[in-house]
């Protein structure tokens, strides 16, 4: 059964540089057909992409995050990471990992809520 689960910081300072993690069992990270992927929802928004890193290591962004987000991945440890610079109170809200296939949201993680406060 794949599991994915997020850990990192719930408290990040306004312009500090969120960091997240996403631990994967059940499957590999470089799988070929599968994007592991990272979803935001902030507060009173829906469901917004951020990015993905695929199974070759290459990764794609939002152009609305682009310039601040960086997704990187540990296939010795089988997780991937996220990194969100610059953060700010709208950046607040819960974050999720999933793995996507080409036509799909297969797998997601229980979410990690994020506050962004000084």
């Known amino acids: 059964q794949v599991q994915l689960q997020e850990s990192g910081p719930g408290l990040v300072k306004p312009w500090q540089t969120l960091s997240l993690t996403c631990i994967v069992s059940?499957?590999?990270?470089?799988?070929?057909?599968?994007?592991w992927t990272w979803i935001r929802q902030s507060s009173g928004k829906g469901l917004e992409y951020m990015g993905a890193?695929?199974?070759?290591?290459?990764?794609e962004y939002d152009p609305s995050l682009k310039s601040r987000t960086t997704i990187s991945r540990d296939t010795s440890k089988n997780q991937f990471m996220l990194q969100l610079a610059s953060v700010s109170p709208e950046d607040a809200g819960m974050y999720y990992c999933?793995?996507?296939?080409?036509?799909?949201?297969?797998?997601w993680g229980q979410g990690t809520q994020v506050t962004v406060s000084s």
């Open positions: 890193i695929g199974y070759s290591g290459r990764a």
């Open positions: 059940g499957a590999s990270i470089t799988s070929k057909g599968y994007y």
């Open positions: 999933v793995r996507a296939s080409a036509s799909e949201f297969e797998y």
